[in-house]
T-cell receptor, first 110, second 113 residues
């Protein structure tokens, strides 16, 4: 089965509400990456976390990497319509094998 | 910069037909990947190539073959297409260290009827 799972699969929020997606891996990851895919587009890299317990921020986005390096989260504060898309976590398992999560689709209503 | 280029963008195949999806990158990356994307399944790794001359199976390799023609090019072949292979296919590349971001092509939307 798929090694990296994300929840929720889908979330619909009103503009201004917060949003969080969770990523869980069945194996330890050397790092965790987050990507955003706009509707009809391709995944685009957002950020990478490497250290256990690491927290990084990009404006309204906060990313965390779990202590055991098997889970991660992405939190968006005060969503905007431009945040619409699917958010994927990804991690390298083994030599150069980049595995993606199942993704969380975010819809933001104005 | 072109980045990662995939061809074709769209394709319709009949069951049993064969075809090759082409991918080329101009960033001098060592690693290249093929993924398929299906609703609710995320991006599933089909095959990857950590460096020129090597290829390895990913999560869903059955029904596919790959060729790392040179450092720039990584092709995906469907020998006998099946309706279950209807999907959006993405090629990606990254630098060799395993600690860098992946760059994606625009995708190929394949329908097998």
């Amino acid at each position: 089965g798929q090694q990296v799972m994300q929840i929720p699969q889908y979330q619909h929020v009103q503009e201004g509400e917060d949003f969080t997606t969770y990523c869980n891996s069945s194996t330890t990851l050397s790092n965790i990456q987050w990507y955003k895919q706009r509707p009809g587009g391709h995944p685009v890299f957002l950020i990478q976390l490497v250290k256990s317990g690491e927290v990084k921020k990009q404006k309204r986005l906060t990313f965390q990497f779990g202590e055991a390096k098997k889970n991660s989260s992405l939190h968006i504060t005060a969503t905007q319509t431009t945040d619409v898309g699917t958010y994927f976590c990804a991690g390298y398992t083994g030599f150069q094998k980049l595995v993606f999560g199942t993704g969380t689709r975010l819809l933001v209503s104005p | 910069n072109a980045g990662v280029t995939q061809t074709p963008k769209f394709q319709v195949l009949k069951t049993g037909q064969s075809m090759t999806l082409q991918c080329a990158q101009d960033m001098n990356h060592n690693s290249m990947y093929w993924y398929r994307q299906d609703p609710g399944m995320g991006l599933r790794l089909i095959y990857y190539s950590a460096s020129e001359g090597t290829t390895d199976k990913g999560e869903v390799p059955n029904g596919y073959n790959v060729s790392r023609l040179n450092k720039r090019e990584f092709s995906l072949r469907l020998e006998s297409a099946a309706p279950s292979q209807t999907s959006v296919y993405f090629c990606a590349s990254s630098d060799r260290t395993g600690n860098t971001e992946a760059f994606f092509g625009q995708g190929t939307r394949l329908t097998v009827v």
